[in-house]
């Protein structure tokens, strides 16, 4: 029950299609801002090198069928704004891990949660993974990271815990505020 290979979501606004080595540019300006990357387990990106090591790592993962990185294009424009991940799929509990990244120029114009609810809506469908749907979505924010936290929970996932100290990254020690989603929870909640 591996994720689709290939996948193409719509929304008003937003399309989210599998990520392509055509995206990197636009990728790099997302990636490149220590802002967006503030709270994420990676160092900005300095060059398209770092965006083509990246790819390769999405693709090797994607290629196990335990991942489905998607990339955010805004409709008007064709810009690359953002990605958006579904990982660490566990096929024997339908469950899987959310991860989402949003250009700075993007945020506060609900365009995450636009794309989240399209992608909510997908994952948690019939037929979306194999012949199943998924059952449980995760995700680990930063209690620092105060905009995720209050998207998560707009989106229905349900606050479930404190993991104290749980990551070790840049230099820092930091705990994670552990989210989830029930599929039964989502379905009114993902409208977008």
Same mark, same amino acid.
């Given at each position: 029950?591996? #994720?689709?290979?290939?996948?193409?979501?719509? @929304? @008003?606004?937003?399309?989210?299609?599998?990520?392509?080595?055509?995206? =990197?540019?636009?990728? $790099?300006?997302?990636? &490149?801002?220590?802002?967006?990357?503030?709270?994420?387990?990676?160092?900005?990106?300095?060059?398209?090198?770092?965006?083509?090591?990246? =790819?390769? +790592?999405?693709?090797?993962?994607?290629? @196990?069928? @335990?991942?489905?990185?998607?990339?955010?294009?805004?409709?008007?424009?064709?810009? +690359?704004?953002?990605?958006?991940?579904?990982?660490?799929?566990?096929?024997?509990? *339908?469950?899987?891990?959310?991860?989402?990244?949003?250009?700075?120029?993007?945020?506060?114009? &609900?365009?995450?949660?636009?794309?989240?609810?399209?992608? =909510?809506?997908? /994952?948690?469908?019939? &037929?979306?993974? &194999?012949?199943? *749907?998924? +059952? +449980?979505?995760?995700?680990?924010?930063?209690? *620092?990271?105060? *905009?995720?936290?209050?998207?998560?929970?707009?989106?229905? #996932?349900?606050?479930?815990?404190?993991?104290?100290?749980?990551?070790?990254?840049?230099?820092?020690?930091?705990?994670?505020?552990?989210?989830?989603? $029930?599929?039964?929870? /989502?379905?009114?909640?993902?409208?977008?």
């Amino acid at each position: 029950m591996p #994720f689709p290979a290939q996948l193409n979501i719509q @929304s @008003s606004r937003l399309a989210m299609r599998t990520v392509e080595e055509g995206d =990197l540019p636009d990728l $790099l300006a997302v990636n &490149g801002d220590d802002a967006v990357t503030q709270y994420l387990p990676y160092a900005s990106w300095q060059s398209l090198d770092d965006g083509r090591a990246w =790819l390769v +790592r999405m693709q090797k993962l994607a290629a @196990s069928g @335990s991942s489905l990185q998607l990339v955010l294009v805004e409709k008007a424009t064709g810009r +690359r704004i953002g990605t958006c991940l579904l990982f660490r799929l566990d096929e024997g509990s *339908a469950r899987a891990e959310l991860g989402y990244v949003l250009g700075r120029a993007h945020w506060g114009k &609900g365009l995450m949660f636009e794309a989240l609810s399209a992608v =909510l809506a997908q /994952a948690f469908s019939d &037929g979306f993974v &194999g012949s199943g *749907a998924l +059952r +449980r979505l995760e995700a680990e924010v930063n209690p *620092a990271n105060t *905009a995720s936290c209050r998207l998560l929970e707009r989106l229905g #996932f349900q606050p479930e815990g404190l993991l104290r100290q749980r990551w070790h990254v840049k230099g820092l020690v930091y705990d994670t505020r552990f989210y989830g989603l $029930l599929r039964d929870e /989502a379905r009114g909640a993902a409208a977008p």
